[in-house]
């Protein structure tokens, strides 16, 4: 059995049951970073032709640049993370699969879907968060399956302790989200990097057109910008910091996280979330844990109202 496909965000059901406007909540409900890469002007054409190939090869490029691909790997984007995890087990070779939890769920909902059997000792198929979601767990290649998907959604504030030099060879796919560290969710972008003996197949089931026009150029541009990725870095580091420190003044101590979400211990986590609510600040919970309370980084002018419902 498959934990509850819950997610971040939901802001409009919040608004519904504590009242108050959208431009007046703080959602810290989602890891998405909330000083978004700036867009800037785009050329007409992103919005009027149909995407080219040339477009998608300058972001490939960028991409493979940016992370350092192996040159024996291979890229493809596709219209978010999502779209690939739910393509995973069609180009896995397999009928088992292992998704240590708690993590992310729809890696677990997509093989549930597909008919996999779950299995943690000698699965056909390991699935691991790297850094995990909700706790920011580092996972290490050490215990090899067949083939092994390496969600690498959160890796961009952490880049040293990527694998994506494991796609050298068959048997690694690393799965990277556009949307998180560049906060822009709203762009849906995601790659799959791997060896091309790994992703056979999966260039078949994206289909044509696989990111839009006003995406691509977005996305060369941020992924071309290396200045303003170590600067991002270096603020949701502090942030982070900044975070836990108001946190453990309320008795709130941090158990994990990343630089884009931290993962507090509460009492009763419902409770501190209908609290946060009541001052509209939207929070995360999970439905295996009556403890856990996951919050996001507040944007840099609106500390003040998550200091103020505290």
């Known amino acids: 059995m498959t934990q509850p496909r819950d997610h971040g965000g939901g802001l409009d059901a919040a608004i519904a049951e504590f009242g108050g406007t959208r431009d007046g909540w703080l959602d810290l409900s989602t890891g998405i970073n909330p000083v978004p890469y700036p867009v800037g002007d785009l050329p007409n054409d992103a919005w009027t032709a149909l995407p080219d190939s040339g477009a998608m090869d300058r972001l490939l490029n960028a991409a493979r640049a940016f992370w350092n691909v192996p040159d024996t790997a291979q890229i493809f984007a596709a219209n978010g993370a999502s779209a690939l995890i739910s ?71 952490k880049p040293d302790v990527s694998h994506i030099a494991a796609t050298a060879k068959p048997g690694t796919i690393v799965l990277k989200s556009f949307g998180k560290f560049w906060g822009l969710a709203g762009a849906r972008l995601g790659f799959a990097i791997a060896h091309p003996d790994t992703l056979s197949g999966l260039s078949d089931l994206i289909g044509p057109w ?63 979330q209908r609290h946060l609510a009541q001052s509209h600040i939207w929070s995360r919970v999970f439905p295996y844990s009556d403890r856990w309370l996951r919050l996001g980084l507040p944007a840099p002018d609106r500390w003040r109202q998550l200091h103020d419902a505290l």
């Open 210 to 272: 696989s990111v839009n026009g006003p995406t691509l150029a977005i996305a060369e541009r941020a992924l071309s910008d290396h200045d303003w990725a170590e600067e991002t870095r270096t603020r949701l580091s502090a942030d982070a910091m900044r975070l836990d420190a108001l946190m453990a003044q309320h008795g709130l101590i941090a158990q994990g996280g990343t630089s884009l979400f931290r993962l507090y211990d509460t009492e009763n986590a419902a409770n501190a």
């Open 87 to 157: 393509q995973m087990p069609r180009i896995a070779r397999g009928m088992s699969v292992d998704v240590p939890k708690p993590t992310y769920n729809e890696h677990a909902a997509a093989f549930d879907a597909a008919g996999y059997d779950f299995d943690e000792t000698s699965p056909d198929v390991r699935v691991l968060v790297h850094p995990n979601n909700p706790d920011g767990r580092l996972w290490g290649l050490s215990k090899p399956a067949p083939l092994t998907i390496v969600d690498e959604s959160f890796c961009d504030v």
